[in-house]
């Protein structure tokens, strides 16, 4: 598996753009699906249009899976 590191860029279909964009990984917050608490400081792919986070890596689901715990 590649490893993705911050700063990294790449191309994937943004949601909120509605078009495939570029990308970079950057450190963020990331809330829990339900809504409860955030996992800090995880590392995923942020739209370079938009700055959504568009991307979590898998790397990165299971470092969210221990902050929830
Ligand atoms: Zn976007």
């Known amino acids: 598996m590649k490893i993705l590191l911050e700063g990294d860029t790449g191309k994937a279909l943004c949601e909120h753009c509605q078009a495939v964009v570029s990308m ?3 450190r963020r917050d990331v809330p829990f ?3 409860q608490g955030a996992a800090k ?3 995923v ?3 370079n249009q938009c700055d ?3 991307a979590i ?3 990165s689901t299971s ?3 221990e902050a929830r715990n």
């Open 63 to 65: 470092a969210i899976r």
């Open 24 to 26: 970079h990984y950057a």
């Open 52 to 54: 959504v986070v568009m």
């Open 41 to 43: 400081d995880i590392l």
């Open 33 to 35: 699906s339900d809504g």
């Open 45 to 47: 792919g942020v739209c």
């Open 57 to 59: 890596p898998s790397q």
